[in-house]
Structure formats: structure tokens, C-alpha cells
Nanobody
Framework: QVQLVESGGGLVQAGGSLELSCATS????????MGWFRHTPGKEREFVAA????????YYADSVKGRFTLSRDDSKSTVYLQMNSLEPEDTAVYYC???????????????????WGPGTQVTVSS
């Protein structure tokens, strides 16, 4: 059974940092691209960042570029999202997702992901 579990969310002041982790099990992690999406009530789910299965390609939403860094550790089947210079607009539930064997140009498409975690809340106070 495939499981994705996010952790690291919480409450932080604007300008602060958080690191989200997504631990996976039940899949061959190195075969999967990993993505992070976020959702705020009343808005569409939004692409945040993604990393290809090889780890060579990373993609970021314009709104987080330069502030967020995505990395993966295949030995731990875990992906990390380092979030710096957080802004109140980053407040959302953050979800990690796994997609098997998709081309890099599809990494921003949430509908291409096969598995999702339950999400972790990130709240940035002003």
C-alpha cells in the first residue's frame, strides 16, 4: 500500500522558515517524480514545486521561486521542501504527491499525479 505522509507544517511569522518533509512507502521512490501543491479555501489547488524522478530537474511556481527549495533523498524515500522568507500569502494546506514516469513538462499538472498525502497546514502570520 502506497503512503505519503507530510510533516513539518506549523505556525510561523512572516519572514520565517519551515521545512516540510514527505516520507513515502510502498513505492519504488526512485521511479517517481515528486511534487508539492497547496490549497487555500475558496481557491484552486496551486502547484508549488516539483522534482523529476532523476532529481536533475526542479520546477517552481513563480510565486515561490527564489524562496523555496525542493530536494529528494532516494535513500530515505523522502522529499523535502525548504521554505524561506515566508509570506502570509503562503498560508495553505500543503500536499505532496507522487507521479510515476511522467515527463518533466507534466510536473506542474496535478491531475498527472498518482498518489497524494493527507496534507500539512502552514500558517504564516503577518
Amino acid at each position: 500500500q502506497v503512503q505519503l505522509v507530510e510533516s513539518g507544517g506549523g505556525l510561523v511569522q512572516a519572514g520565517g522558515s519551515l521545512e516540510l518533509s514527505c516520507a513515502t512507502s510502498g513505492l519504488t521512490f526512485s521511479d517517481y517524480a515528486m511534487g508539492w501543491f497547496r490549497h487555500t479555501p475558496g481557491k484552486e489547488r496551486e502547484f508549488v514545486a516539483a522534482i523529476g524522478w532523476s532529481g536533475k530537474s526542479t520546477y517552481y511556481a513563480d510565486s515561490v521561486k527564489g524562496r523555496f527549495t525542493l530536494s529528494r533523498d532516494d535513500s530515505k524515500s523522502t522529499v523535502y521542501l525548504q521554505m524561506n522568507s515566508l509570506e502570509p500569502e503562503d498560508t495553505a494546506v500543503y500536499y505532496c504527491a507522487a507521479a510515476e514516469a511522467i515527463p518533466d513538462y507534466r510536473l506542474t499538472a496535478s491531475w498527472k499525479y498518482d498518489y497524494w498525502g493527507p496534507g500539512t497546514q502552514v500558517t504564516v502570520s503577518s
